[in-house]
C-alpha cells in the first residue's frame, strides 16, 4: 500500500506516512493512494468475512493488521421503513458501539494515530465525534482531549468522560470550540472528524455496506443530513471508488438535509455559490447538523451537485414531528438524526415512484435523555 496526502488548494503532496492533517499552505487534505492489493472489491472474499466495516479491508489504508482499532463494528442493518406510504431504506447507524456513525471515522482515524505512533490526541465536536474518538483512543490506550461547546448535552458529556477522556467545555458557540481545540492541536495531533482526511477512509463504508446490501447495486438516491459534512463526503467517496473499481455501474444523486436555523450549505447551493458564507446561525433541536461555517463547504456543494442532487431545509417543527413519528414506529434516535426524515418527507413528495431511496438514523436517542423529554 501506497498512498498520498494531496492539498485541495496548492496541490503539495505528504506521504500517507506524515502526522499531517493540513498542508504547510493551510488547506485541506484529501487522501489518494494505491492499495497493495488487487482487487480491491472482491465480493467473495468479502461475503466470506465477519459482518464489520472493516469486510472491506483492502479499501482501507492501514497497513498492519495489528493496527487496526476496532469494536467489530459496522455492517448496521439496511431495513425498510414506511414513510408518508412511501417505502425508503434506513440504514440503523444509531446502533454502532458509541451511538452514532462517528465509529466508522474514528475506527480508521485510531488506528492510523496507532499505526503511526502517536501517543495523545485532540479533537472537538458537538459531542458525537468526541464521544467515538474517546472510546476508540480508549481501545487503543491513546491519551485524549475533547473539546466541546458548553451547551452539550449531558448524555454526551458522561460519555466522553466515562471513556477516559479530558473533556474542556467550551463557552460560546461551536466555532469557538473548533478555535479552541485548533489551539491545542498546535502541541499534538489533531484527531479532528472535519480536518482530518483519514476520518473519511471510515466513513466511506457507508456507501460500501449499502451497495453491498443490495446485492452490490447503487441506490438511485441518498438522503443525508448535512453539517459539516463527514458522512456525506465519505459516502460520496465511497460510491465513487465502488464506481472508479468497476463494481457498480452509476452513482446515487446525495440529498443533503440540513436544519432551516442553521443552513448555509443549502443557502449557497440555492444561490449557485461555490462556497457558502457566513450566516446568523439560530438554534436548532439538530444541535449535531448547526455547523455555521463548514470547513469543507465547498468540497460538500461539489458533492451533490456533481451526483445530481441537491439540498434541502428543514424546519425546527418538521424535525420535531419525525421525530416524534419515528420513535413511535420504534425506533429512538436523537433530534439531529430526525432531519433525515425530516428531509426524506419534502423529498418524496415529488420523487419519481420507483426510485430505490436510502436514508440513515445517524445517533441514539439515550445520548440526548434531557432534549427527548422536552420534544416528546
Ligand atoms: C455528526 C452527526 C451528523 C452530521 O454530521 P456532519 O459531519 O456535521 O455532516 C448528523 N447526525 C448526528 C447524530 C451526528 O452525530
Ligand atoms: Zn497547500
Known amino acids: 500500500m501506497t ?26 487534505l484529501d487522501v489518494a493512494f494505491d492499495p497493495a492489493f488487487e482487487p ?25 493488521d495489528a493496527h487496526v482499532v476496532s469494536f467489530d463494528e459496522g455492517f448496521t442493518p439496511l431495513i425498510p421503513v414506511e ?28 488506528s492510523k494515530v496507532k499505526e503511526l ?46 471513556y477516559g477522556a479530558t ?9 469557538d470550540t473548533a478555535r479552541a481545540a ?27 455496506e449499502v451497495c453491498e446490501q443490495l446485492g452490490w447495486h447503487t441506490p438511485d438516491t441518498v438522503i443525508l443530513p448535512v453539517g459539516n459534512g463527514t458522512l456525506l463526503l465519505g459516502a460520496h467517496l465511497g460510491f465513487e471508488e ?16 440540513q436544519a432551516a436555523n442553521c443552513a448555509p450549505l443549502y443557502r449557497a447551493f440555492q444561490q449557485g455559490q461555490e462556497a457558502p458564507t457566513p450566516i446568523d446561525a439560530q438554534a436548532t433541536w439538530a444541535e449535531g447538523i448547526a455547523i455555521a461555517e463548514p470547513v469543507r463547504g465547498p468540497q460538500i456543494l461539489r458533492a451533490v451537485g456533481g451526483s445530481g442532487g441537491h439540498f434541502l431545509a428543514v424546519s425546527a417543527n418538521e424535525i420535531k414531528q419525525a421525530l416524534k413519528d419515528i420513535c413511535r414506529w420504534g425506533f429512538y434516535i436523537e433530534p439531529s438524526a430526525a432531519a433525515s426524515i425530516a428531509g426524506v418527507r419534502q423529498y418524496v413528495r415529488r420523487a419519481p415512484a420507483d426510485e430505490t431511496i436510502v436514508t440513515v438514523f445517524t445517533g441514539h436517542g439515550l445520548k440526548t435523555t434531557e432534549k427527548m423529554l422536552k420534544l416528546l
Open 3 to 28: 498512498g498520498q496526502l494531496i492539498c485541495q488548494a496548492c496541490a503539495a503532496a505528504y506521504p500517507l506516512d506524515e502526522a499531517r492533517w493540513r498542508c504547510d499552505c493551510g488547506a485541506l
Open 40 to 64: 480491491v472489491f472482491d465480493r467473495e472474499r468479502i461475503a466470506r468475512r465477519k459482518p464489520t466495516m472493516w469486510r472491506y479491508r483492502e479499501a482501507i489504508p492501514i497497513r498492519d
Open 83 to 110: 414513510v408518508d406510504g412511501r417505502e425508503v431504506l434506513v440504514k440503523q447507524d444509531h446502533l454502532f458501539p458509541t451511538g452514532s456513525y462517528k465509529d466508522r471515522g474514528a475506527s480508521v482515524l485510531v
Open 117 to 162: 505512533g502517536i501517543r495523545h490526541v485532540v479533537e472537538d465536536s458537538s459531542g458525537n465525534a468526541g464521544s467515538a474518538i474517546a472510546a476508540y483512543c480508549a481501545r487503543a490506550g491513546v491519551r485524549c482531549d475533547i473539546f466541546v461547546p458548553a451547551s452539550t448535552t449531558a448524555g454526551k458529556l458522561a460519555q466522553i468522560q466515562g
Open 167 to 175: 473533556l474542556h467545555q467550551i463557552p460560546g458557540s461551536r466555532e
Open 182 to 208: 485548533l489551539e491545542a492541536a498546535q502541541q499534538t495531533y489533531y484527531a479532528s472528524h472535519v480536518w482530518n482526511p483519514i476520518f473519511f477512509q471510515g466513513t466511506k463504508t457507508f456507501a460500501f
Open 242 to 257: 465502488l464506481l472508479a473499481a468497476g463494481v457498480v455501474s452509476r452513482r446515487p444523486k446525495i440529498i443533503a438535509v
